[in-house]
Structure formats: C-alpha cells, structure tokens
C-alpha cells in the first residue's frame, strides 16, 4: 500500500466520520456506483478499446409555503466509445446506466404521461391516479432507447462515436441518439 493510497484511505475515513449519517449513507452508495462504473468498463473492453460511460445530473426544487418541491430534473449519459466495443457490450451499458438511474433519488418523480389518460376518475373516487413511472417501465424505456442507439450506431458503420442519452422528468421525453 502506497502512502498516497494511505492517506487518501485516512481522509475518506476522518471525512465520514465528520458528516452525517444520511450523508454518509449517500456518499457510500455514490462511490459504490463509482467503484461499478470503473470494473464494467473494464469487463467492456473488445480488444483494446474502452467504453466511458459518463453522467451528468440536475434538478431543480421549489419551496413555497415551508415546504420544498421536487420540480424539473435531467440526467445525461454519454457512452463514448468503439461501435464494436458498443455492440459486444450492449446488455452490459443498458444494466450500469439503469442501475445508476433507478438509484437517483428523482428517478422516483419520472411523469408518465402516457398512462393519465387511461383512468378516468368519477366524483365518488377518493384516490386519485398515480401519475409516476413505475421503476419496470422506466427500465424498459431506457433498455429499449439505448438498444436502438447501438443498432443504429452498428448501421453506421462510423468505428468510433458517442451515445447521449437524456433522461428527465417525463417518460415521454426519455432519448437517446447516437453521434459519431
């Protein structure tokens, strides 16, 4: 063990002592994702080539009244890579970024607008319709956008590229594209 690697692992430890226990819960789960990232970009490679896979995330909240409000969010996925490596890897890209966005705390928040038309709610009903994803159909609209980015990435016959996804607060404006 490096003294680098040491010191780096006493910092983390004095650090988490410090915060607190949610922020702590949360920092664990953050590096964890990290940590899964690194080892299925390594179990990506074809031949000598890499896949990244790289996140940005924001949101917005509202407070109002004293109380806050989740409001609109946006999670972008670049994978940047070979077509080839893309190809070979398909399941493996479609389960990092799922598991990496069913742990973000907005993905509980994703509209599906699609779904509100179908009930119709009287005056005697007392509930009113749930207008959230559920978790399966979010996942299957990632699994089923990423799929057809790499098949589209395979008819291109570009080597190298980048499939961008942007997921936000609406299942209906899930997409993902790819570039060369």
Known sequence: MTIKNSTSNLLFLFLSLAISLTAFQYMTSVLGQINTLTEKEEASQSGNQTLHITKVATNSYTIASDASFMGSFNTTYHVVGGVESMDVSEDLIISTITQDFDALPAAGYVNDTSTSSRYQVTPNE????????????????????????????????????????????SLNDFRCSFHG
């Open 126 to 169: 007392r509930n009113l319709p749930n207008p959230f994803a559920t978790k399966g159909a979010v996942d299957e609209k990632i699994r089923s956008e990423i799929a057809t980015s790499i098949e589209n990435a395979v008819k291109s016959d570009i080597a190298h590229g980048e499939i961008e996804c942007i997921f936000g607060s």
